[in-house]
């Protein structure tokens, strides 16, 4: 009766309260106006407020802890692929000897000089 077209009809709108119109808003108002009078009301829906509040809350420190234990789970994974990748990686053949006193030679010039200048 009061409730807006399907999602794809003609005349479609997002609302901020899902598929609650005004006019449904309203009613329920007033049917909570007589239920509760004029008195409660304000106090119920500050207490409704206070709990809607926590439960944001709530979904949120749940939301963010999944979210970090994902990322955990993320980085994990990715750090035992690359001590993997690593370990897979080999020479079929050994390195000449020539490549192995060149590669050790700058470091050979490193430590002696590291040892003249103190």
Avoid: C, N, Q
């Avoid at 794809?8 to 309260?17: I, L, P, Q, S, V």
């Amino acid at each position: 009766m009061f409730t807006p077209p399907f999602p794809g009809e003609k005349g479609h709108r997002h609302t901020m309260f899902g598929s609650l119109g005004i006019p449904e808003m309203i009613m329920i108002f007033i049917v909570a106006l007589i239920v509760f009078g004029p008195k409660r009301l304000p106090e119920i829906g500050r207490t409704l407020g206070k709990a809607l509040g926590e439960f944001k809350k709530a979904t949120d420190d749940f939301k963010s802890t999944i979210e970090r234990e994902v990322h955990v789970e993320e980085m994990k994974s990715l750090a035992s692929t690359r001590v993997s990748v690593i370990d897979t990686v080999s020479r079929s053949e050994p390195a000449p000897a020539e490549v192995v006193a060149a590669a050790a030679e700058p470091a050979a010039v490193a430590a002696a000089s590291s040892t003249h200048t103190e």
